[in-house]
């Protein structure tokens, strides 16, 4: 299950944090694979399978513990909005600390979150039962490579999506 905020504006430990009352977060956490590329340049994908094949060039993410179909109900509602602002922070953690890198794109009214397999960020602005966002300023490819290199070799990853309407 998600990590959604209890409260909109409100941190893990429930203080406020430096999001106003209107923002919606999930945490989705993945690990890496041995097939993890990150070369696709127009999406970004994580999947709850456990498997992945050299084919799977936009997944940096296998055996997610939420897909859309699982998302707070409110988190959803804010994502369905053109005007709304999606930030997908990608954090892993290695050795040596943590690496992370954001892509940002933009809701849709079209978003159905209904997608119980996998979640896919587009730079396009083509919407299916997995996207999660569109428009947005990066995919795989834009990735920091020491992030993917480290999903590689099975690092573990921790998705933040924040929503600000």
């Known amino acids: 299950m998600s990590d959604a905020d209890a409260a909109p ?17 999930e945490r989705i956490h993945a690990r890496g694979h041995e097939h993890v590329a990150g070369t696709h340049e127009s999406t970004v994908e994580l999947t709850s399978d456990d498997w992945l094949t050299p ?6 993410g296998v055996e997610a513990d939420t897909t859309p179909a699982e998302f707070d109900e409110a988190f959803v509602g804010a994502c369905q909005s053109a005007a709304a602002t999606i930030t997908a922070e990608f954090a892993v953690e290695t050795e040596e600390g943590t690496l992370t890198d954001t892509i940002t794109g933009r809701g849709d009214p079209e978003l159905t979150f209904e997608g119980d397999r996998s979640l896919v960020g587009r730079t396009s602005e083509y919407v299916d039962d997995r996207t999660v966002f569109v428009g947005a300023d990066g995919a795989a490819a834009d990735l920091n490579r020491d992030l993917i290199d480290a999903l590689a070799d ?3 990853l921790t998705l933040t999506l924040t929503v600000e309407p």
Do not use: K, P, Q, S
């Open 9 to 25: 504006g409100a941190g893990d430990d429930g203080t406020a944090d430096d999001h106003d009352e209107t923002t919606a977060v």
């Open 154 to 156: 099975g690092a573990t």
């Open 55 to 60: 084919a799977g060039d936009c997944i940096v």
